[in-house]
């Protein structure tokens, strides 16, 4: 989903983008894992120190839990659609 942000982004940024364990063309999960420790591998295998993060739904809440777990590692965080993994909305939903 991100192929066209990336062609722009790559012109003036070293862009990368991962399909996270059971999303995009990887397998499905098995067994426990983390994304954010999955993040947290990632960016040390690239020897990325303070990407600038970009996440919509469930990449937002992993990049949001790291941004949390690490500020220090992080340059700047932009979500759409996420929120805090572990919360939950009483509210009902809006309609349509």
Known sequence: MWHAQLACLSQQYAAIAYDMRGFGES???VG???PQRDLARLLSQL??????LIGCSKGG??????????????????LEGSSV????????????
Request: glycine share 8%; charged share 20%.
């Open 47 to 52: 020897a990325i120190d303070r990407p600038h």
């Open 32 to 34: 426990d894992h983390s």
């Open 27 to 29: 397998p499905p999960t």
């Open 61 to 78: 809440e992993t990049a949001l839990d790291f941004t949390l777990a690490h500020p220090g590692r992080v340059a700047s965080l932009t």
């Open 85 to 96: 993994s572990g919360w939950e909305s009483d509210a009902p939903p809006p309609p349509g």
